[in-house]
């Protein structure tokens, strides 16, 4: 992996959010190509319930001041970053105050899933690539983890299609057994398509369940990674259908190898 770049967008990482599948795997995978040599970013939204005192989060002042436009709304987009501590890694938070400012990361003291989620991920997927872009830094490798991030294989096969700094960048998606229970906003088709997006690509939409969010990710990406034992049937039956390369789960002791073999065999190619 020496000098390959690794460009990792999750909705959650240790130690900024509490241990689950996807936060200590979006830690441990770029920690392992980090020591391996390889050059990384890690990307993940700010969301209120993160304590930027204790975490050291500033601003990068050159990086924040741009507005997104979210459903024909300009967001402004700030952009602030901390270290890892006792680790090389710099995490980069997509912040905005109406989308992020809340306590919380994606559903409310009763466990329901926030009404503004789906334009939360359009502004994340958004976010991120043109935080890169301004970085001037292209990534080999894009690893996407949690449906927060699910956009991002679809807004850059589609709406950046032809941005040259990604223009040899491989998306790998992790599916994970993590998603939400009903659908995000009945409307989450038309803020996509207001981008330009042709609908066939996103036909799945018009019905935002987890399984249809994670379909359109697997189909806009290049190779796909099993993150769980056990992933929803639907993901299941889906992952036979497509012609990208899978990675079947593995083990967190067993992970590195094998991230690194597909990375090398299966997706860089």
Same mark, same amino acid.
């Given at each position: 992996?020496?000098?390959?770049?690794?460009?990792?967008?999750?909705?959650?990482?240790?130690?900024?959010?509490?241990?689950?599948?996807?936060?200590?795997?979006?830690?441990?995978?770029?920690?392992?190509?980090?020591?391996?040599?390889g050059?990384?970013?890690i990307?993940?939204?700010?969301?209120?319930?993160?304590?930027?005192?204790?975490?050291? @989060?500033?601003? %990068?002042?050159?990086?924040?001041?741009?507005?997104?436009? !979210?459903? =024909? $709304?300009?967001? &402004?987009?700030?952009?602030k970053?901390?270290?890892?501590?006792?680790?090389?890694?710099?995490?980069?938070?997509?912040?905005?105050?109406?989308?992020?400012?809340?306590?919380?990361?994606?559903?409310?003291?009763?466990?329901?899933?926030?009404?503004?989620?789906?334009?939360?991920?359009?502004?994340?997927?958004?976010?991120?690539?043109?935080?890169v872009?301004?970085?001037?830094?292209?990534p080999?490798?894009?690893?996407?983890?949690?449906?927060?991030?699910?956009?991002?294989?679809?807004?850059?096969?589609?709406?950046?299609?032809?941005?040259?700094?990604?223009?040899?960048?491989?998306?790998?998606?992790?599916?994970?057994?993590?998603?939400?229970?009903?659908?995000?906003?009945?409307?989450? @088709?038309?803020? %996509?398509?207001?981008?330009?997006?042709?609908?066939?690509? !996103?036909? =799945? $939409?018009?019905? &935002?369940?987890?399984?249809?969010?994670?379909?359109?990710?697997?189909?806009?990406?290049?190779?796909?990674?099993?993150?769980?034992?056990?992933?929803?049937?639907?993901?299941?039956?889906?992952l036979?259908?497509?012609?990208?390369?899978?990675?079947e789960?593995?083990?967190?002791?067993?992970?590195?190898?094998?991230?690194?073999?597909?990375?090398?065999?299966e997706?860089?190619?």
């Amino acid at each position: 992996m020496k000098d390959k770049r690794i460009l990792y967008v999750s909705s959650e990482v240790i130690p900024y959010l509490p241990e689950t599948e996807i936060s200590s795997m979006s830690f441990e995978a770029p920690r392992m190509v980090n020591n391996k040599g390889g050059q990384i970013r890690i990307f993940m939204p700010r969301y209120g319930n993160i304590n930027e005192r204790r975490h050291q @989060l500033h601003e %990068v002042i050159r990086l924040s001041g741009m507005n997104l436009v !979210i459903n =024909d $709304l300009d967001m &402004p987009l700030i952009i602030k970053v901390a270290s890892i501590p006792k680790e090389r890694m710099q995490v980069y938070f997509i912040d905005n105050e109406d989308y992020f400012k809340r306590k919380a990361t994606l559903t409310d003291e009763e466990g329901k899933l926030f009404p503004d989620n789906d334009e939360r991920a359009i502004f994340f997927a958004k976010g991120v690539i043109e935080t890169v872009k301004k970085l001037n830094w292209s990534p080999d490798v894009i690893h996407v983890h949690g449906w927060l991030a699910s956009l991002l294989p679809l807004y850059l096969k589609n709406y950046y299609a032809n941005e040259p700094l990604f223009g040899q960048s491989k998306i790998v998606t992790s599916v994970y057994n993590n998603g939400y229970d009903g659908i995000l906003d009945k409307n989450m @088709l038309g803020k %996509v398509k207001f981008d330009g997006i042709d609908e066939e690509k !996103i036909s =799945d $939409l018009a019905q &935002p369940t987890y399984s249809n969010l994670m379909k359109v990710a697997v189909d806009n990406s290049d190779a796909i990674i099993v993150g769980s034992e056990e992933i929803p049937s639907e993901l299941v039956e889906h992952l036979k259908t497509i012609d990208q390369p899978v990675l079947e789960y593995k083990k967190p002791d067993e992970f590195a190898d094998a991230y690194e073999n597909f990375y090398q065999t299966e997706v860089l190619v």
